[in-house]
């Protein structure tokens, strides 16, 4: 039977691990390589490297990160943060990273999802959504793309664009809620199951985990097939193994 | 020395990265003199199968291929690279309406899976062996391997499988014949298990 995954997430800025919280308030942690590394050891299934990097120099050090990961850890991983054309992706792919996710570059210009996907494979190509719960007038939620690290808004309905991005060749989704991220109280389970009802690709759900009931959750509630988390394992207060032993006992199958 | 069939279809760093991890020479190449002198040879590939055997072709790796398999050295595919092996695919190509034709070393076919699943599966899944096979010599049944697909491979002699996996269907996840290894799955994103499946293999060669 399918797994369900634990990826823990890796920020990293001029090559080198911070984590934000509510993209704001950065603190550093490390090398990007060395935890990841550490991570395969301890069992994660999948890591994902978000570059902040905001110069384009600095940029070139991802690519560095990427070939030096794949050097020494033998599970799957994913490089994402201002990717824009299929040149990087290339230059990514061919460092060795298995996925590139696209978010704000995507949203300026969709075609980047189907180029990306034609070119190599929709597995390789991974849409990650900024998520703002919104209410409208009539009181019902509704959820809205934002884009540049959550500060601009896009008026774009996240379900309209999920099945957009699956549509343009997206292999998965990541939705991250800007409203949970930091927060520490849980995943937005109500907006990764409306997604996840309406695609047929695997939904990854980010922002907010804070306990291991949330991990349970997501999947459970959110009815998400993986579970992006940076806090609660980069700060030592939860191992993978642990998570897992957690996930198990609430009849999840995981690795 | 292990060689590594590069033809045009995916990276192959992370495959050569993870022999060289468990103390196997590897080299990429597309050169068929390196594939005649290499100990064991290695057709990984992800991507669409009548685009990879439109690239073996173009390559001139068909003949180079079938000869080292006929040579009786250790031989594995990965991924797209247990596919090509079988002798059609579900996977069409354009307007064709033939089935596109592989390298048929392997009597089956390979199949989409069906309607109501998420594909491709994407994730880690587990192993369960019919027989006792070399390339899974310490393996423990229930193990975890990574998966990427969209399409599965029905041997027609069920005698052929090493392995198989739950994904709403039982399915062959690896096959074994003679000198002639396949995994479904990606070994060198499998983490402990994966090496040790190409430790198995590198000690063979």
């Known amino acids: 039977m399918l797994a369900k995954r634990i990826i823990p997430c890796l920020d990293v800025r001029n090559g080198r691990v911070v984590k934000g919280t509510r993209f704001a308030d950065i603190q550093d942690a490390g090398d990007p390589v060395a935890l990841a590394a550490f991570y395969d050891r301890e069992g994660a299934d ?37 990717v824009s054309d299929v040149q990087q992706m290339r230059e990514l792919l061919s460092a060795g990273a298995d996925k590139i996710s696209v978010n704000s570059a995507a949203v300026r210009r969709p075609d980047l999802i189907n180029e990306g996907a034609e070119r190599f494979g929709s597995q390789c190509i991974v849409l990650s959504i900024d998520c703002a719960r919104r209410i409208r007038p009539d009181g019902s939620v509704w959820w809205e793309v934002v884009i540049d690290g959550g500060r601009v808004p896009t008026g774009m309905d996240v379900l309209y664009w999920a099945e957009e991005g699956v549509r ?11 409203d949970a991220d930091g927060t520490k109280d849980g ?34 509630i959110g009815k998400a097939d993986a579970v992006l988390a940076a806090s609660i394992f980069h700060f030592g207060q939860y191992t993978i193994a642990e998570a897992k032993a957690y996930m198990r006992a609430a009849g999840i199958p995981v690795r | 020395m292990i060689a590594i069939i590069d033809y045009g279809m995916g990276n192959l760093r992370s495959v050569e990265k993870a022999l060289a991890h468990v103390g196997a020479e590897a080299v990429i190449t597309q050169d068929p003199a390196v594939l005649e002198q290499a100990a064991g040879v290695v057709l990984p590939g992800v991507g669409a199968f009548a685009q ?49 034709r592989g390298l048929g070393v392997i009597p089956g076919r390979v199949l989409r899976f069906p309607a109501g699943l998420k594909v491709p599966q994407i994730g880690w899944n587990t192993l ?78």
């Open chain 1, 46 to 82: 999948e890591i994902v490297f978000y570059d902040i990097t905001a110069s384009a120099e600095g940029r070139c050090t991802m690519i560095d990160v990427a070939r030096r990961t794949a050097e020494q850890v033998f599970i799957p991983f994913t490089v994402g943060g201002g």
């Open chain 1, 168 to 178: 343009r060749g997206a292999g998965e989704l990541v939705l991250n809620s800007i």
């Open chain 1, 187 to 220: 995943y937005d389970n109500e907006l990764n199951r409306a997604v996840a009802e309406r695609v047929d690709v695997p939904v990854i759900a980010s922002g907010g985990a804070g306990t291991l009931q949330h991990l349970v959750d997501g999947i459970l």
């Open chain 2, 52 to 100: 990879a055997m439109d690239n073996l072709k173009a390559a001139g790796l068909i003949e180079p291929i079938h000869r080292a398999i006929a040579s009786g050295k250790p031989f594995l595919g990965i991924c797209l690279g247990l596919q090509l092996l079988f002798e059609t695919s579900e996977e069409r190509f354009g307007d064709n309406p033939e089935l596109p």
């Open chain 2, 128 to 205: 369960h062996f019919p027989k006792q096979t070399r390339l899974f010599a310490g393996v423990e049944p229930g193990s975890h391997v990574y998966f990427v697909h969209s399409y599965y491979a029905a041997p027609a002699d069920p005698g052929v499988v090493a392995a198989v996996t739950d994904y709403g269907i039982e399915y062959c996840s690896a096959v074994e014949v003679d000198n002639v290894m396949a995994v479904q799955f990606h070994p060198e994103k499998s983490s402990r298990v994966g090496l040790q499946i190409l430790r198995n293999f590198a000690a063979l060669c």
